[in-house]
Nanobody, 124 residues
Framework: QVQLVESGGGLVQAGGSLRLSCAAS????????MGWFRQAPGKEREFVGS????????NYADFVKGRFTISRDNAKNTVYLQMNSLKPEDTAVYYC?????????????????WGQGTQVTVSS
């Protein structure tokens, strides 16, 4: 059974930074791509970014390009989301997910395991 646990969310002022972590249990973490999604109240869950199993391919949603960075440490079974220059519109619950494949994907249905989410609130 695969379990994903996010951490690092919180309240930050606009322009600030947060680093989210997602720790995975169950093997084999290194064989699968990982993704980050977010969901704001009243909105659908949306793609933020993804990283392939090796870290060689990374995709970002247009609205986070240049501000957010995804990385992974396969030795620690952990994927990270570094968020800089945060804006109030970034406020949402952030989820990490494991892709069904090793290739980085952008759609919700291409992921089969999800964490419980961590709240990120950006004040203006």
């Amino acid at each position: 059974q695969v379990q994903l646990v996010e951490s690092g969310g919180g309240l930050v002022q606009a322009g600030g930074s947060l680093r989210l972590s997602c720790a995975a249990s169950g093997r084999p973490f290194s064989s699968y791509a990982m993704g980050w999604f977010r969901q704001a109240p009243g909105k659908e869950r949306e793609f933020v970014g993804s990283i392939s199993w090796s870290g060689g391919t990374i995709n970002y949603a247009d609205f986070v390009k240049g501000r957010f960075t995804i990385s992974r440490d396969n030795a620690k079974n952990t994927v990270y989301l570094q968020m800089n220059s945060l804006k109030p519109e970034d406020t949402a619950v952030y989820y990490c997910a494991r892709s069904k494949l090793g290739v980085a994907k952008t759609n919700v249905w291409e992921y089969d395991y999800w964490g419980q989410g961590t709240q990120v609130t950006v004040s203006s």
